[in-house]
């Protein structure tokens, strides 16, 4: 049975998991408010990047399987991958999911089956989805089918992990969770469990929480290191031989639209019952500040005033260009808090997306009087510090992603967060 796909919301979850399902044989249409992004998919031109995305995009469109606009059209299936950020008082923002889920309305039909991708606090789907869903008249449950299927990807590895990660699908009935196991089976190899609707919410937002707290845990102890008087990096790695142990590393802050964001969600919810959960983001909050202030006391250390710092890598992690929610640029607005002049670079992001970008790596090496590494990119951890023509010798490696031996023999001063071999 081959069913037609209306996905609403083209980012960074929607778009490949529309190709995918076109790259299937699937008839797919996919929606975005955004003109500039509809344009972009007719137009095969990316407006983000992912591994393998550029190629499964210009075969779905060249075998005529996937379509854009931005208004919905009828099909059998409607998938909503919108945003759910959080507000500037760290509550949630459900708007872009009660909008799409209201744009659907007037084009569903009996049987038909609509999913929520995005990740949203536990009761999203029955508080915020269903009141819009009941206006079309159907029965929930028995003539329109509902259920909530968060994708658990991780950006630059997305269509490696669509096809083989396990997937949590929570129905809103029995029938609506296999019927969207049934739609996934399309290309998913991992396993499909099945559940209700919430437990699939708070099982998503759970996983990412998980992750926060234990890097909250990571940094804390980095912030410790110094006073203890060891590399908190060895002393993980050693823990971490440990069969049951998994300690995360500590960093410049946490980023993303995911780890930073979903935690918040629980907060939100429980309250004074939330205390772990509040203190691991307030923890991973202060790491941007930390980090410029270490920063300085570098410099202070070396008697030098009045510097410019170079930001080595913008984006919120390794290897992709994504800077929402990147520690880096809080680390950038820190420095200048502190009267320093900042210069920045990532060979991921294109120029003037930051107001602190050079033109090249080596224009920023050329200014800088410190090279803060921020972001661990392979380009970072293949740079040959012998070779660097910088004009400081200096270095500050937030992600312990530089190898410390090569860039001292080279002549470098080294400083690695949560070290006290500084
Ligand atoms: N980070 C650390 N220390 C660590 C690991 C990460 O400081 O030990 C930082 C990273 O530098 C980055 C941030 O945390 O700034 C988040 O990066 P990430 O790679 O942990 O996560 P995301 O946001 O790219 O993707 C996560 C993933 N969730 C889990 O691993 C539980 C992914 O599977 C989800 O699909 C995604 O969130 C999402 O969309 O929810």
Avoid at 183 to 208: C, P, Q, R, S, W
Avoid at 403 to 410: F, G, I, L, P
Wanted: glycine share 6%; with cysteine; proline share 5%.
């Amino acid at each position: 049975m081959t069913k037609s796909i209306c996905v609403v919301g083209l980012g960074y979850i929607g778009l490949p998991t529309a190709v995918m399902f076109a790259n299937h044989g699937v008839k797919v249409h996919g929606v975005d408010v955004n003109p500039a992004a509809v344009k972009s998919i007719q137009d095969k031109q990316l407006h983000i990047e992912e591994n393998g995305l550029q190629e499964r995009l210009n075969k779905a469109v060249d075998e005529g399987f996937l379509t854009a606009s931005t208004t919905p059209v009828a099909s059998d299936v409607y998938i909503v991958a919108v945003p759910s950020p959080i507000n500037p008082d760290n509550t949630a923002n459900l708007e872009y999911v009660r909008q799409a889920t209201a744009s659907i309305v007037p084009f569903v039909k009996k049987g038909d089956l609509v999913i929520l991708e995005s990740t949203v606090p536990p009761k999203t789907v029955e508080n915020v989805m269903l009141p819009e869903l009941v206006k079309s008249g159907l029965e929930i449950g028995t003539e329109l089918f509902v259920a909530h299927s968060p994708e658990r990807v991780i950006p630059g590895r997305i269509f490696e992990e669509l096809v083989n990660n396990d997937r949590i699908v929570g129905g809103i009935s029995q029938k609506s969770a296999e019927l969207t196991k049934e739609l996934y089976e399309t290309f998913v190899k991992g396993t499909i469990h099945l559940t209700d609707a919430t437990t699939a919410e708070l099982v998503k937002v759970m996983e990412n929480t998980y992750r926060d707290v234990n890097i909250a845990f990571a940094n804390e102890l980095a912030k410790m290191a110094e006073k203890l008087d060891v590399n908190i990096w060895e002393a993980i790695k050693f823990a971490n031989y440990h069969p049951r142990v998994n300690v995360h590393f500590p960093g410049p802050g946490v980023g993303g639209h995911c780890i930073a964001v979903d935690p918040w969600f629980l907060v939100e919810l429980g309250g004074e019952q939330a205390q772990i959960i509040h203190l691991s983001r307030n923890t991973n909050d202060s790491m941007p500040s930390f980090t410029a202030q270490k920063t300085q006391a570098i410099l202070n250390k070396n008697g030098i005033a009045g510097a410019t710092v170079a930001a080595l890598g913008l984006a919120f992690k390794g290897n992709v260009d994504d800077m929402r929610e990147s520690p880096s640029t809080i680390v950038i607005d820190e420095l200048e808090k502190l009267g320093l002049t900042v210069v920045s670079h990532d060979p991921h992001i294109k120029q003037n997306k930051h107001k602190t970008q050079t033109q090249s790596m080596q224009e920023a090496l050329e200014q800088a009087d410190i090279l803060v590494f921020l972001t661990d990119h392979k380009e970072f951890k293949e740079l040959d510090p012998s070779t660097l023509n910088a004009k400081s010798k200096i270095v500050f490696d937030t992600k312990n992603c530089l190898n410390r031996e090569a860039w001292e023999k080279a002549g470098f001063q080294f400083h690695l967060l949560g070290d006290a071999k500084n």
